[in-house]
């Protein structure tokens, strides 16, 4: 085990905001660790540090010599009019048979892998900026969010690629299912100090609260310990024969500290005022038919939701959940058909369209007051802003200078602070951080009103729903079986997808071995001496890697610079040797496979 970078006492401010206190973490070649912290805390500061994008004000950081940092891209990195399979071959610099066996690996084929890349839903082209990482041969993944707006099966498929991968992962997510699915490690980003656990995020959040509850208990006992020496010490103080017992007495009360208990920090309590509880239905939709004026999404809907209910709507990206999601909120006028709403249903909807046309002239405390139902306390008000990480000297901001994300929050925030009977709900935790979705999660199972969501957040998800409507191949149907019984299928799905697309491989191979043998007698000694030359080649980088590890522990070890340069300067040409050996094994296996 090597470790691949080794942060020491690291310091990061932005103005009067100091975001890394002196903060230290070692990570190393075999490590999988989801990254965890308040949203604001600097999660995304460090990983622009690791990728050497910002400076630190103090500190340092070691890199490994052959740390190969990949980072999952947000920005569009494509061409117009390129395909997927000629990004990749543009990308990474491979051959074309070396991109579509790894673009395989993520399902992308046929018109996925060579029609144009920018005409696919963002899960595909996920799908094809991780083939894209696969290429470069990193050993170091960073994942900044990377499961947002992704569909459950390009999940499962990234899930299944990070299992598998052969080096170390760091995860930034608020994604609780996809975290524990992934990462063995959690660390923490908390007052500017960093953590690293061992154990998933489950873990983490219950050993959390295990200490939490200790502190609260030990500083109960030492509240009370202190009570009965300050009444001692007021009796006694003042008597001839007890001043000593006195004086003594007031030394142990002294030495009395209290624990410093971070839940004032780390924990979230949201609220969602009540509404009356009614049965009977809340949406009807005969005859249905959603979509654009150019372009029908799916027609012949036809089904019913209850009072009370919490419906999940669910499938791949693309399908049409927004488009559902924005016509039953009146976005978007119905193609055809009917939809009606139960009698008095006040709806209200949280959608990017919604969250990004907020009134630029109000303040955020303006905003909240505007939307809060009546009787709402300016306490009630503070609260939940505080929730979703509005201080309250920030309430005066104007609407108009805050972030995309921001705006998310505050709109979210205001629905929250409302008097309605219907949520719908686009992605509501896209821009929460861990604590923060799950007391969301809390807060909804609370909540006596319907509730009509769509999330790619699965614990979020299986949480919340209590009914799962499916839009899929231009129908939307309520899904007869829960959330668990819809994830239990796709993963069937995924999984037989995989077994057939290594069947697939497995008899390729066989072909190809059968067509190689005639040509094999034919080409006589040459391909006797590639394999040869390939094997002493492996057997020489092993030697050669043997001897790198083992000036690696000693860098590893090193106490001085000057030691540690001469170390470095040790090993490079170890690496340079490597490198000229590792081309050279490819240009004989890429000749054998030929």
């Known amino acids: 085990m090597a470790t691949l970078i080794d942060i020491s006492n ?13 903060a230290s973490v070692s990570l190393a070649d075999d490590q999988k660790v989801g990254f965890i912290g308040r949203n604001g805390a600097g999660k995304s500061t460090l990983l622009r540090i690791l990728l050497e994008e910002e400076s630190v004000d103090s500190g340092q950081i ?18 117009e009019g390129e395909s997927a399979l000629d990004f990749l071959m543009r990308d990474s610099g491979q051959p074309e048979w070396k991109c579509g066996a790894v673009a395989g690996q993520f399902e992308l084929k046929g018109r996925f892998l060579n029609g144009p890349v920018k005409e696919l839903s963002g899960g595909w082209q996920t799908r094809v900026k991780l083939a894209a990482l696969l290429l470069h041969e990193p050993n170091f993944l960073m994942l900044d969010e990377p499961t947002n707006f992704l569909d459950l099966r390009t999940q ?5 690629f990070l299992k598998d991968y052969r080096g170390a992962v760091l995860v930034v997510s608020h994604d609780r299912s996809f975290l524990k699915a992934v990462c063995s490690q959690t660390l923490e980003l908390k007052r500017g100090k960093l953590t690293l656990y061992n154990g998933d995020v489950d873990q983490y959040l219950e050993n959390q609260d295990i200490l939490r509850e200790r502190d609260e208990r030990t500083n109960a006992t030492v509240l009370a310990k202190r009570r009965q020496l300050e009444t001692f010490i007021a009796k006694n103080k003042a008597g001839a024969n007890t001043a000593s017992q006195a004086r003594s007495k007031q030394k142990q009360l002294d030495r009395l500290t209290l624990t410093e208990i971070e839940s004032a920090e780390s924990t979230v309590h949201i609220v969602i005022p009540q509404t009356e509880k009614r049965q009977g239905v809340a949406l009807a939709c005969e005859q249905l038919a959603i979509g654009y004026p150019d372009l029908k999404v799916a027609d012949d809907i036809t089904l019913e939701i209850e009072h009370g209910s919490r419906a999940a709507i669910v499938g791949d990206n693309g399908q049409g959940k927004t488009t559902f999601l924005r016509t039953i909120s009146g976005s978007l006028p119905p193609k ?17 369209h919604v ?9 955020i405390r303006e905003y909240l007051e505007h939307e809060s139902a009546p009787g709402t306390t300016a306490q009630q008000i503070l609260n939940v802003a505080g929730s979703f990480l509005f201080k309250e000297q920030a309430l005066d901001k104007n609407i108009k200078v805050l972030s995309g994300g921001e705006r998310a929050r505050l709109c979210l925030a205001g629905i929250l602070l409302g008097n309605y009977s219907i949520l719908i709900l686009d992605e509501p935790g896209n821009h929460l951080d861990v604590e923060t979705v799950e007391a969301l999660g809390d807060a909804l199972v609370g909540f006596q009103g319907t509730v009509i969501f769509t999330s790619h957040d699965r614990h979020f998800m299986g949480k919340v729903a209590t009914d799962v409507i499916e839009v899929a191949n231009g129908s939307v149907k309520s899904y007869e079986g829960d959330y668990d019984a819809y994830l ?3 993963k ?5 997808g995989h077994r057939e697309a290594n069947q697939q491989s497995v008899a390729k191979q066989e072909q190809q071995s059968k067509q190689d043998a005639p040509r094999e007698k034919g080409y006589g000694g040459k391909i006797k001496e590639a394999r040869k030359e390939l094997s002493a080649i492996e057997r020489k ?24 340069q001469e170390l470095h300067e040790e090993m490079q040409p170890l690496v340079d040797e490597i490198g000229e050996l590792e081309v050279r094994w490819m240009e004989l296996y890429e000749f054998l496979e030929q």
Request: aromatic share 10%.
């Open 10 to 22: 690291v310091t990061k401010s932005y103005g009067a905001q100091e975001l890394l206190k002196e």
């Open 62 to 79: 070691a890199r490994h010599p052959n740390l190969r940092v990949g980072y999952l891209r947000q920005h569009d990195p494509f061409q």
């Open 156 to 160: 499962l498929l990234l899930e299944d």
């Open 336 to 352: 055809d058909g009917e939809l009606r709403w139960g009698y008095h249903c006040n709806v209200a909807c949280y959608a990017q």
């Open 355 to 363: 969250y990004t046309s907020l009134p630029d002239k109000m303040t």
């Open 488 to 490: 239990y299928r796709v």
């Open 492 to 496: 069937k799905e995924v999984a037989d």
């Open 541 to 564: 980088i092993a030697q050669l890697d043997e001897k790198k590890n083992s000036i690696n522990e000693k860098f590893l070890k090193a106490t001085s610079p000057g030691q540690a």
